[in-house]
C-alpha cells in the first residue's frame, strides 16, 4: 500500500476519533469545543493532502479511463456537498460560546454518520484506484 494511502487512513482513524470523543457526554463543553477544532482543523490538512498529493494522480489517470473519471467525479461532487455541511457545522458549533444541546447532538449525530460513510468509500473506491496504479 503507497505511503500517501497509509496516511490518509491513519488520519480518517483520527478524525473518527476525534468526533466520536465529542459525543461522549462526560466531558465538559470546553473539551467538546477543544475537540471539535482539531477535528475540524486535521479534516482540513487532510482534504489538503487529497487535493495536492491524490486527485492529481486520479485525475491523470481518469484522461484515460473513463470509469475511472465517473468514480472521481461523483467522488469530488459528493466531497463538495459534504464540506459545506462539515463547515457549517464547526463554524455553528466550534465556537467556545455554542450551546451543547440537543440540536448539537442530532447534527453532530448526522455529521459523524456522513463522514465516517464517506471515508469507508473513499478507502474502498478512491484509495484502492490509487493503490492500483501505484504498481
Do not use: C, W
Amino acid at each position: 500500500m503507497a505511503r500517501l494511502i497509509d496516511e490518509l487512513k491513519r488520519d480518517h482513524v483520527a478524525i473518527e476519533d476525534m468526533l466520536n470523543r465529542v459525543k461522549d457526554t462526560s466531558i465538559t463543553n470546553k473539551e467538546a469545543h477543544r475537540l471539535l477544532l482539531a477535528a475540524q482543523s486535521t479534516l482540513l490538512a487532510h482534504l489538503r493532502k487529497e487535493d495536492a498529493q491524490l486527485y492529481p494522480v486520479l485525475n491523470k489517470a481518469a484522461q484515460a479511463d473513463q470509469a475511472l473519471k465517473r468514480t472521481v467525479d461523483f467522488y469530488a461532487k459528493d466531497m463538495d456537498e459534504i464540506s459545506g455541511n462539515a463547515v457549517a457545522f464547526f463554524k455553528k458549533y466550534a465556537a467556545d460560546d455554542a450551546v451543547i444541546d440537543i440540536e448539537f447532538a442530532k447534527a453532530l449525530g448526522r455529521l459523524f454518520a456522513t463522514i465516517s460513510r464517506r471515508l469507508r468509500s473513499e478507502e474502498n473506491t478512491l484509495y484502492a484506484a490509487y493503490d492500483k496504479l501505484q504498481h
